[in-house]
């Protein structure tokens, strides 16, 4: 079963990304929310330019992340069990539950 995403944490989150500010409206959210869980488990994320986002701890479970650009994004410590990573540009998985996520064509940072 997949679990639904906080809908407003992926559209602060999209939002950000589309505004090409490297994640400035998704950093000032989690500044002020530092305890709240980060629920983008299920969402749509294909094509989105997340560089430098923090991802820290997120449950990106079944998440479509395919062709995201992710440098510099934080990703410790996130759930990224079964996630579809394909094409993805730029991940640094350290730290990361990728159980079961699709890996196939990834580019991995040196970071």
């Known amino acids: 079963m997949v679990e639904v995403a906080n809908l407003v944490q992926v559209s602060l989150l999209l939002e ?4 090409c500010n490297r994640c400035y409206t998704w950093r000032v ?3 002020k929310n530092p305890d709240v869980p980060i629920d983008l488990s299920g969402a749509n994320l294909s094509g989105a330019g997340l560089a430098g ?10 998440a479509d992340l395919r062709g995201a650009y992710l440098l510099e994004a934080d990703l410790r410590g996130a759930d990224l069990r079964e996630a579809y990573l394909y094409g993805a540009r730029e991940v640094n998985l350290s730290e ?7 890996l ?3 580019e ?3 970071s």
């Open 29 to 31: 959210y989690r500044e």
């Open 16 to 19: 950000s990304a589309s505004n």
């Open 108 to 110: 991995l940072s040196r």
């Open 96 to 102: 990361a539950d990728v159980r079961g996520a699709i």
């Open 53 to 62: 986002a923090d991802l820290r701890g997120a449950d990106l479970r079944w």
């Open 104 to 106: 196939y064509g990834i």
